[in-house]
């Protein structure tokens, strides 16, 4: 049987840990070193199997002085990350080697760590991708009725599709849209602008606007970029925008750009209701990931949150 040690983020090979997400089968930007040392501020550990050949990071924090597992924002996936195809038992024995110091456990799977569910502590979520080896007269044609006129609205104006745009033009258009959602909003600002700006520095991630004929901002978005993937990270219309449909339209134009690569577009979610209908106007197929959740906190303190 291999070898599965817990690794104190300080002993971690941050080389051999990017080596690993980059060649794994089934890796993602959200495992790297930078994004969860950004995400997470440094504070994640890992379970390591042999030398690098599969690895888990354990994202925690600490309240009560309990330390606790959680899953950071913008952050969808995470769990056993292989450089070979990983079996449900060795999913399992990963799982089984989560240290019980973690009291409470909060976190996601990734794609290709499904299994049976058997017990109430997981639950499946859900995402929506589209395939981009389809040329894009194929992509458009499995849009909705609704998604197709809001895009032929909005070819109408005098639009202009910017790339590489400034990453503070898509941050602070999502954060005055969204931010009032997320708590310490200041401080995640801070976080995902710190962790954007190193993907794009990294070739991981790339931003996209769309302006009226005026120059007018109506909508910006940043995109992770990474192993053979296209996250729909981070966008959102200003309110003029909104109007216009501008989100649609924004969707729609990377869609086009990417169009006939081996690229998978990934919605990110969302088992919100609202979420996922917009989502299903474009004709994504959903996938499924599995949630954890495991609760042996003393009575004092069941109701932690993150």
Same mark, same amino acid.
């Given at each position: 049987?291999?070898?599965?040690?817990?690794?104190?983020?300080?002993? +971690?090979?941050?080389?051999?840990?990017?080596?690993?997400?980059?060649?794994? @089968?089934?890796?993602?930007?959200?495992?790297?070193?930078?994004?969860?040392?950004?995400?997470?501020?440094?504070?994640?550990?890992?379970?390591?199997?042999?030398?690098?050949?599969?690895?888990?990071?354990?994202?925690?924090?600490?309240?009560?002085?309990?330390? @606790?597992? @959680?899953?950071?924002?913008?952050?969808?996936?995470?769990?056993?990350?292989?450089?070979?195809?990983?079996?449900?038992?060795?999913?399992?024995?990963?799982?089984?080697?989560?240290?019980?110091?973690?009291?409470?456990?909060?976190?996601?799977?990734?794609?290709?760590?499904?299994?049976?569910?058997?017990?109430?502590?997981?639950?499946?979520?859900?995402?929506?991708?589209?395939?981009?080896?389809?040329?894009?007269?194929?992509?458009?044609?499995?849009?909705?009725?609704?998604?197709?006129?809001?895009?032929?609205?909005?070819?109408?104006?005098?639009?202009?599709?910017?790339?590489?745009?400034?990453?503070?033009?898509?941050?602070?258009?999502?954060?005055?849209?969204?931010?009032?959602? @997320?708590?310490?909003?200041?401080?995640?600002?801070?976080?995902?602008?710190?962790?954007?700006?190193?993907? +794009?520095?990294?070739?991981?991630?790339?931003?996209?606007?769309?302006?009226?004929?005026?120059?007018?901002?109506?909508?910006?978005?940043?995109?992770?970029?990474?192993?053979?993937?296209?996250?729909?990270?981070?966008?959102?219309?200003?309110?003029?925008?909104?109007?216009?449909?501008?989100?649609?339209?924004?969707?729609?134009?990377?869609?086009?750009?990417?169009?006939?690569?081996?690229?998978?577009?990934?919605?990110?979610?969302?088992?919100?209701?609202?979420?996922?209908?917009?989502?299903?106007?474009?004709?994504?197929?959903?996938?499924?990931?599995?949630?954890?959740?495991?609760?042996?906190?003393?009575?004092?303190?069941?109701?932690?949150?993150?």
């Amino acid at each position: 049987m291999d070898e599965i040690r817990f690794i104190k983020h300080s002993e +971690i090979d941050l080389k051999k840990w990017d080596e690993t997400i980059c060649n794994s @089968y089934n890796g993602l930007v959200f495992g790297y070193s930078f994004f969860l040392n950004s995400m997470a501020d440094n504070q994640w550990d890992a379970l390591v199997m042999e030398d690098y050949k599969a690895v888990f990071p354990l994202v925690w924090r600490s309240k009560f002085g309990i330390s @606790y597992l @959680y899953q950071p924002f913008f952050c969808q996936q995470l769990g056993v990350f292989s450089t070979e195809k990983i079996s449900e038992k060795t999913i399992n024995q990963f799982l089984e080697k989560i240290p019980r110091k973690f009291r409470y456990q909060n976190f996601h799977l990734n794609y290709e760590n499904n299994f049976p569910i058997t017990s109430q502590t997981v639950k499946r979520r859900t995402s929506f991708c589209i395939d981009l080896s389809a040329s894009y007269s194929e992509i458009f044609s499995n849009y909705n009725a609704d998604a197709k006129k809001n895009i032929s609205k909005g070819l109408k104006l005098a639009f202009e599709y910017k790339k590489d745009i400034d990453l503070p033009i898509v941050v602070n258009c999502f954060f005055e849209a969204y931010g009032s959602y @997320y708590p310490s909003n200041q401080q995640l600002k801070e976080k995902i602008s710190d962790c954007s700006s190193q993907a +794009i520095q990294l070739g991981k991630g790339f931003t996209r606007a769309i302006y009226d004929g005026a120059g007018a901002l109506l909508c910006a978005g940043f995109f992770f970029f990474s192993n053979g993937r296209i996250h729909y990270s981070m966008a959102a219309p200003t309110p003029q925008g909104k109007k216009n449909k501008a989100t649609h339209l924004l969707i729609d134009q990377v869609l086009k750009e990417f169009a006939g690569t081996s690229f998978i577009f990934d919605f990110e979610g969302s088992d919100l209701e609202s979420v996922a209908f917009f989502y299903s106007k474009f004709g994504p197929v959903a996938k499924t990931y599995l949630e954890v959740r495991q609760n042996n906190l003393p009575w004092w303190c069941r109701f932690l949150k993150k």
